[in-house]
């Protein structure tokens, strides 16, 4: 499924999207209420997880003016406040389901993918493929044109990463944030190291690359030329 995170703390941000990417969906961050909305207004999500306080915009105002829009995108509010009352308003306010911080990650999982069903998602992948490349989440295994490719744990991260993101442009800060989770300065040369060693891994001794540099705004993954 196709997941937007609004949430304003950065580390619970990164948790959030860790943990759901790593159960095989695709998320996208956003930090604030303003731009959780702009970007959840065009209903391209399978589910929200919003953050009831927010800056900017507060998490409730987000999900009802989304209502107004016809958006019927499914909803899940996280909130520091669990009184009944405080669910009540959060579910009058247009959220399907509401959670209570803090919580066990594996119930959030749950409500979420519960949430995505109820909408008629699709199944999650397991497996991505661009072209002749093929990614096993389940069996940790990377191939091309049927030759397996021994990667190592963060390659393999890195590489799921892009095929989530096939065909668009990848940016440094975008890869600093979902793969590196932030520990490395936006100046290191980790992510030219890594992406060097991959492309070599995945393009060298076939016929056509896969791997592309955009210069000056990242890396993209795609058949074809860019």
Do not use: C
């Amino acid at each position: 499924m196709k997941i937007l995170v609004i949430e304003d703390d950065r580390e619970a941000a990164q948790y959030l999207a860790k943990g759901l990417s790593e159960s095989g969906h695709t998320v996208d961050l956003a930090g604030d209420g303003e731009e959780g909305f702009e970007l959840a207004r065009d209903g391209s999500y399978d589910v929200l997880v919003v953050d009831r306080m927010l800056p900017k915009r507060d998490g409730l105002s987000v999900v009802m003016e989304l209502r107004e829009t016809q958006n019927s995108t499914p909803v899940l509010i996280l909130s520091a406040l669990g009184e009944v009352d405080d669910r009540v308003k959060g579910l009058r306010a247009g959220g399907d389901d509401y959670l209570a911080k803090p919580y066990a990650f594996s119930e959030l999982v749950a409500r979420v993918e519960a949430l995505g069903r109820r909408r008629g998602a699709a199944e999650v992948e397991t497996v991505l493929k661009v072209g002749d490349l093929e990614l096993d989440r389940l069996a940790h295994r990377v191939q091309r044109g049927g030759t397996t490719i021994p990667v190592q744990p963060r390659e393999f991260r890195l590489l799921e990463y892009l095929m989530r993101h096939a065909g668009q442009v990848v940016t440094r800060t975008m890869l600093l944030e979902n793969v590196w989770d932030y520990h490395f300065d936006p100046q290191t040369n980790v992510i030219d190291v890594h992406m060097s060693r991959l492309r070599s891994k995945i393009d060298k001794g076939f016929a056509a690359p896969l791997l592309h540099t955009v210069r000056g705004a990242g890396y993209m993954i795609r058949e074809g030329e860019i």
